[in-house]
């Protein structure tokens, strides 16, 4: 039994595979990208919290205190303490922007690989159209050659059989 020849359509599954082979290898996928994700909320999870700040800022006063003896040493303390927790916040609010910066990121590069498949989408689509074309101009093709081929052998059969009544040729 003869191999069979590789139809078009065959072909073009095959390039779309190689295609979206080649995709998934330069962009980032729907899962990596939520692992990211996941992976700098777990970071945000481990900064203190307001309540835990609050604990802190209590426990440190309770000592302070305790241990200082002046006003005016408590008053230090507690400026320190505030300083301290004003550059807290300001590290929350920096990560909460860098977060923001990655969704932005991630919404972005996300709009151009549809971008960028949306016109590869297109593109094969046009070689798909031009593709079905040549097939259906080779199909055509091949039926009028068979036409003339069929056509040819009557006329062999045709001038046999004359040649046999007439004598010139005879029955092999």
């Known amino acids: ?16 595979k190689s295609f979206e082979k080649k995709l998934a290898a330069k962009f980032a996928s729907k899962e990596e990208l939520q692992e990211g994700l996941q992976a700098i909320e777990k970071k945000l999870s481990k900064l203190a919290s307001k309540v835990e700040v609050q ?50 990121f991630k919404d972005e590069a996300t709009q151009k690989a549809d971008e960028r498949f949306d016109i590869i989408m297109q593109t094969l689509d046009k070689m798909y ?25 009557n006329h062999e059969h045709r001038l046999d059989t004359l040649e ?9």
Not at 1 to 16: E, G, V, Y
Not at 63 to 89: I, N
């Open 164 to 172: 046999i009544k007439s004598g010139v040729k005879t029955e092999s």
């Open 55 to 104: 604990k802190a800022t209590q426990a440190l006063e309770e000592k302070l205190v305790a241990q200082l003896a002046s006003k005016e040493e408590l008053k230090e303390g507690l400026r320190a303490l505030e300083e301290k927790l004003v550059a807290q916040l300001a590290s929350k609010e920096e990560v909460q922007a860098f977060r923001m910066e990655f969704l932005q």
């Open 129 to 153: 159209g031009k593709l079905e074309t040549l097939s259906s101009d080779k199909a055509a093709a091949e039926h009028t050659f068979q036409r003339h081929e069929n056509r040819l052998d």
């Open 1 to 16: 039994m003869p191999a069979q020849k590789p139809t078009p359509k065959t072909n073009l599954d095959k390039a779309l």
